[in-house]
């Protein structure tokens, strides 16, 4: 990667990710009840990687707002 960014493209790129993030949880939350239910196994693994997702959306919301995310229970 060679390509030289200034700041105001680097959040953009940052919020592009969070969104994508958010939409990708969303999809693997509704997976992982649907997949409850039928296949246990592919649950198991939706639920994974509910939790990388939620990892990274926690760094990123770190990136952008630092101190304004929610602290884990």
Do not use: K, N, W
């Amino acid at each position: 990667m060679t390509d030289v960014v200034d700041s105001d493209e680097l959040l953009r790129r940052i919020q592009r990710a969070r969104a994508c993030a958010r939409e990708e949880l969303r999809t693997l939350r509704s997976r992982r009840e649907d997949l409850g239910r039928t296949d246990p196994d592919a649950a198991r693994e939706a639920h994974v990687r509910v939790l990388a997702y939620e990892a990274v959306l926690d760094v990123l919301d770190e990136i952008v707002t630092p101190g304004h995310h929610a602290e884990p229970a």
